[in-house]
């Protein structure tokens, strides 16, 4: 076997830690026309405007997201709303009639 010069080592060890500890790029924003792209960006449009200050149920919110030309199904909104009322959401989710209802964190 033959043995690795100590100017081979070095080389090798900037290309390693050249790789491993360069900073990470910084992430561009979203472009303003995808922002609210299928039925999650419905609700975060909806979201933006202030629709959630007052309690909605997932019809209201379908209703709603009809007029702006979002046409999806009761299941993909309704996942959409699950989905952004998580602990660390925007939205806030409880049962009330043994319905969900949807209102804007403060």
Do not use: C, W
Not at 20 to 37: C, G, I, N, Y
Not at 50 to 73: D, N, Q
Request: without cysteine.
């Amino acid at each position: 076997m033959k043995e690795p010069k100590l100017e081979d080592i070095v080389i090798r060890l900037e290309r390693l830690e050249k790789t491993v500890l360069t900073a990470k790029r910084p992430q561009e924003p979203r472009r303003s026309d995808e922002a609210f792209v299928g039925p999650s960006g419905g609700v975060h449009l909806l979201i933006s405007q202030g629709f959630f200050k007052t309690k909605r149920r997932l019809g209201e919110v379908r209703t709603s997201l009809a007029k702006y030309g979002y046409h999806y199904g009761a299941p993909q909104v309704q996942t959409a709303l699950n989905r952004l009322s998580t602990r660390t959401g925007p939205l806030a989710v409880f049962k009330e009639g043994g319905k969900k209802i949807y209102v804007r964190r403060k």
